[in-house]
């Protein structure tokens, strides 16, 4: 059976990418392959992350390419060109139109570092997601994998994980938590889920 070839989709420092990188390399995943890396961000420490591994990787800039349509033509051109059966959103800060998720249906899916429903949607990414649990006052948080569908954070759930909150803890701290206790554990899980699916599919 062929794996899976799966687009990573970048802004930033690419920690989950990583946590993609070594389950490849463990066996974790095995059912998909890490394909291309895809970067709205020119500057993003993701992309190195790939050149150091030997992976594609491609800038797709909606800031170059100057509108939401144009943005989300350009990525499905590069998906096309890699021959991409599953599409991962790694820490990747642009919203995505029904107009591309419904051309990707269960096909795109998502880390987010919460546990869904709390502190999702739109303005929640990042750190501000840690922020808004600790003003919030919850003692225990998480991360979520998840499909994508047209509503930010709103697709089916595929695995989630909680995770406690210290006494004293910051954004930051909370953050390096949430990533070490879960999504770098969840995200390779989940995609070796839907990978294999995938596979499954395409012998039928
Ligand atoms: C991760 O915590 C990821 O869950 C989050 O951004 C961080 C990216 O880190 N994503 C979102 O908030 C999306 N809504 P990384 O670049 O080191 O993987």
């Given at each position: 059976m062929n794996p899976a070839r799966i687009a990573v989709l970048v802004s930033g420092g690419g920690t989950n990418l990583q946590a993609l990188i070594d389950a490849q390399k463990s066996g974790?995943?095995?059912?998909?392959?890490?394909?291309v890396v895809i970067s709205n961000?020119?500057?993003?420490f993701a992309l190195e992350r790939a050149r150091q591994n030997g992976i594609a990787s491609e800038i797709v800039s909606k800031k170059a390419l100057g509108s939401q349509a144009a943005f989300e033509d350009g990525l499905k051109a590069t998906l096309k060109a890699y021959d991409i059966d599953l599409i991962v959103l790694a820490g990747f800060m642009c919203i995505l139109s029904e107009n591309f998720t419904r051309c990707y249906e269960k096909r795109i899916i998502n880390v987010h570092?919460?546990?869904?429903?709390?502190?999702?949607?739109?303005?929640?990414y990042g750190l501000r997601v840690h922020q808004a649990a600790l003003e919030y006052g919850v003692k225990v948080t998480g991360a979520t994998v998840h499909f994508v569908n047209e509503i930010p954070d709103g697709g089916e759930i595929i695995l989630q994980k909680a995770v406690e909150i210290q006494p004293g803890d910051t954004p930051e701290v909370l953050q390096r938590r949430v990533m070490e206790q879960a999504e770098w554990i969840l995200l390779p899980q989940a995609v070796e889920l839907v990978s294999s699916r995938i596979c499954k599919e395409s012998c039928r």
């Open positions: 974790i995943l095995h059912s998909g392959t890490i394909a961000n020119p500057n993003a570092p919460s546990l869904i429903p709390s502190f999702c949607g739109e303005g929640f």
